[in-house]
């Protein structure tokens, strides 16, 4: 007690260090908090006055020793004092004891097992660091580093204390050096998976927040502005819970400038007091509810005339100010609900009309949801969704200013801007009025029309989605003249239709279709890739007749890749569905203009179908063999040639669906095949008779017979059914 009152005047030689230090040293070792305390408030004091290193030297090991475990205390005055005096030690001692020093530092910080001992640590860490300066931050850097970096949670918790106690600590030069590289290992903390670690960095980043907040902010706010953009959740969420604490921070520090008592009273007059009587009615946002500092704000911006939003315009900066309050915005509708809380805190407390506010970071806003929304990671999407809907629900008006902004994005930036804007204004339609959606149907059908054609997947896919809201909103209007204007310009922007409303799609589609004089490639090309589809498999067997309908035109008009058009529709058919078009077939011969076109088509269904479908191949074979007379040279020439590959053809798959002994085996090939085509024996026998005998009762020629091929074919046929067919037969 007498030492503590004591004021040393003079320099303290050996003899006087011989007679204080013992009490010192006794001091340390009571039990008592105080006692303790005050000893090493008595070493840090008396320490510098010790000109003399050496007269330190014999008591230097024993007052480290005492001194540390006294930095152990629970008592957190104890540990700031004793942590004081071991920085003064070594400061005076300088080589001889610092690694020491540091060195049990960073194997508390790393093993200490109570929230004391690792604060203790980085107390005394921070605190040397102060004394002794630069230099020794530089050797140590890579240590600290690496224990922020540690894979146990422990390591981590006892290094990131080392942030709580530096802003307050070290000289400002030397932290605003440190905190670009320091900082972010806070951010860091805050996202980590142990909750210790996590409130261990919500103390750092508040520390530096305080001090750091106002005089020099550029140093705090820059790797903020960079990671409330984060597409990574963690990262994102521990930027905007500091975002936030800098903002109510900046709020209070406008509010002590201008002397503005938040606890209005019900008349609306502030707190006209002096300084000192404003910080002592002020309280702290954080203990306020959210009503009491919208009122607050509200009526400073209404009847006063001060607004807290343009002096934190004037403090960020404007594009500073844009980006911070925008992701504050849409911080809002963030999954942690403790980033919700502090984010909606940090609103409340500076926003006074959420709509004029919304209005003045409108750019920021519309920046932060397209970078979300086109963003790979699901969470980010969902808050990007989570925000609009929000927003548009509150606030209906801001529907068509959303599809405008996000409109002009599309056509004015890359890929991620494309997919971004689509998928916003796909979450922008379920909450706007019909009234709004006719409006914003013009810039959205702008970007659907061009998207839907996008050689990207992913653009066309998230057009689609959108062209599915937009179009239940506004009806069949929109799929038609978006069908219509695409028809003979994009197959893929008509497919990107289809899948999103096939049944509706479809109708127009085949319409549009059948109603054209001439078939194009392109025509066939939509109508192949049409039936490929998932989405269409319950309803495209309703068009069938059409397709079938559509493909034979195109053969009779004889459009390039008509009959490979033909067999791919042939092969698509289930049995039950078999029939039906080549018996349209058939009925269309009656016509003599159209007669080789229908031949070549039903040549090309032949050769598409399932060999299982003998009932329409049969049909297939009738309409061949009964043209192989026609009275058109030219038409009698193609069925036979028709004819002729159509039966080898069909030789050739029977083989082929044997398995690979019997494919080897020629007596067992021929034998499969020769049981097959019998099977057609009758119809073939009645319709080459008819062919002939009508062939005869004219010129009494038949051209086709003069075909070498032709009749090897129809020789082969009757060899068969002496070779495998049964007694009839």
């Known amino acids: 007690e007498a030492l503590i009152y004591t004021r040393f005047m003079n320099a303290v030689d050996p003899a006087s260090l011989a ?35 050496k007269s330190l030297s014999p008591y230097s090991t024993e007052l480290l020793n005492k001194l540390e475990h006294a930095a152990q205390d629970p008592m957190a005055e104890v540990r700031t004092t004793s942590a004081k005096a071991i920085a003064a030690l070594a400061s005076n001692l ?24 690792k604060a203790g640590a980085a107390q005394v860490l921070t605190e040397t660091l102060s004394a002794c300066g630069e230099t020794l ?7 600290i580093e690496n224990g922020f ?8 918790e006892g290094f990131t204390y080392i942030m709580v106690y530096a802003p307050a600590t070290l000289p400002v030069k030397m932290f605003q050096d440190f905190l670009p590289t320091s900082f972010p290992w806070v951010l860091k903390g805050l996202a980590d998976r142990d909750e210790k670690v996590r409130d261990v960095a919500l103390a750092a980043g508040t520390a530096i927040i305080n001090l750091y907040g106002t005089r020099n902010l550029k140093l705090v706010l820059d790797p903020l502005l960079e990671g409330i953009m984060s597409e990574i959740t963690t990262a994102r969420q521990s930027s905007l819970l500091l975002a936030a604490k800098l903002i109510i921070h900046l709020v209070q520090q406008i509010k002590k400038k201008f002397k503005i008592n938040v606890n209005d009273d019900e008349n609306g007059e502030e707190g006209e007091g002096d300084a000192e009587g404003g910080e002592k009615k002020e309280t702290t946002p954080a203990s306020l509810s959210n009503e009491i500092v919208v009122e607050s704000a509200r009526d400073l911006e209404k009847k006063q005339g001060f607004s807290i939003l343009g002096n934190l315009e004037e403090q960020l900066g404007a594009d500073g100010f844009i980006r911070i309050l925008a992701a504050l915005h849409i911080g809002r509708s963030e999954h942690n609900a403790e980033v919700r809380g502090e984010v909606t805190t940090a609103w409340q407390i500076c926003v006074a009309s959420p709509r004029a506010a919304i209005n003045k970071v409108f750019a920021g806003i519309v920046t932060n949801l397209l970078k ?36 002009q994005e599309y056509h004015r930036g890359g890929l991620r801007h494309r997919i971004g804007a689509l998928a916003c204004m796909a979450e922008v339609i379920p909450h706007a009025n019909a009234q709004q959606v006719m409006k914003m149907g013009g810039p959205i059908v702008g970007c659907v029309l061009p998207a839907l054609q996008d050689e990207d997947e992913n653009v066309r896919a998230t057009a689609g989605i959108l062209f599915e809201r937009i179009s239940k909103a506004v009806g069949s209007r929109l799929i038609e003249s978006v069908i219509e204007s695409q028809l003979e310009t994009s197959v893929t922007g008509v497919l990107e239709v289809v899948k999103v409303r096939p049944e509706a799609s479809l109708a127009i589609v085949f319409q549009r279709l059948g109603a054209k004089d001439v078939i194009t490639s392109d025509n066939l090309e939509l109508v192949a890739s049409i039936m490929g589809l998932e989405q269409v498999d319950e309803v495209i067997p309703r068009y069938y007749d059409k397709i079938a309908c559509l493909i034979t035109e195109a053969c009779i008009q004889k459009v390039e890749g008509a009959d490979d058009a033909m067999r791919t529709f042939a092969s698509f058919l289930d049995e039950m569905y078999a029939s039906g078009p080549i018996n349209d077939m058939a009925k269309m011969m009656k016509s003599a203009s159209t007669r080789e076109g229908v031949i070549i088509a039903s040549a090309a269904y032949g050769e598409g179908l399932s060999i299982e479908n003998t009932e329409a191949l049969e049909v297939v074979f009738k309409i061949l063999l009964g043209a192989v007379a026609d009275f058109s040279e030219k038409v009698a020439t193609v069925a036979t040639l028709a004819f002729i590959s159509l039966v080898n053809g069909l030789d050739k798959r029977v083989i082929a669906s044997l398995d690979e002994g019997e494919q080897m085996d020629l007596t067992a090939s021929k034998r499969a095949a020769g049981k097959y085509a019998v099977q057609f024996l009758d119809s073939f026998q009645n319709t080459i008779g008819v062919t002939c005998r009508s062939a005869l009762a004219g010129d009494d020629t038949l051209p086709s017979l003069g075909f070498p091929k032709m009749f090897d074919t129809i020789s082969t046929f009757y060899t068969r059914a002496l070779d495998y067919g049964n007694g009839t037969q």
């Open 19 to 53: 007679l204080i230090l013992p009490v010192i040293l006794r001091g340390l070792g009571e039990r008592g908090h105080t006692v303790k305390g005050k000893a090493a408030q008595i070493i840090a004091s008396m320490v510098k006055l010790v000109h003399d290193p």
């Open 94 to 117: 300088q080589s001889s004891i610092i690694d020491d020093i540091t060195g049990w530092c960073f194997m508390l910080l790393g093993r200490g097992s109570t929230s004391a001992e």
């Open 137 to 143: 931050l530089y050797n140590i850097f890579d240590k």
């Open 149 to 156: 970096k540690d894979d146990q949670a422990t390591v981590r």
């Open 372 to 407: 979300f929304a086109s963003s790979s990671r699901a969470e980010a999407v969902d808050v990007s969704h989570r925000s609009l809907e929000y927003t548009c629900a509150r606030m209906q008006e801001t529907s068509e200013k959303f599809v405008e902004a996000f409109a």
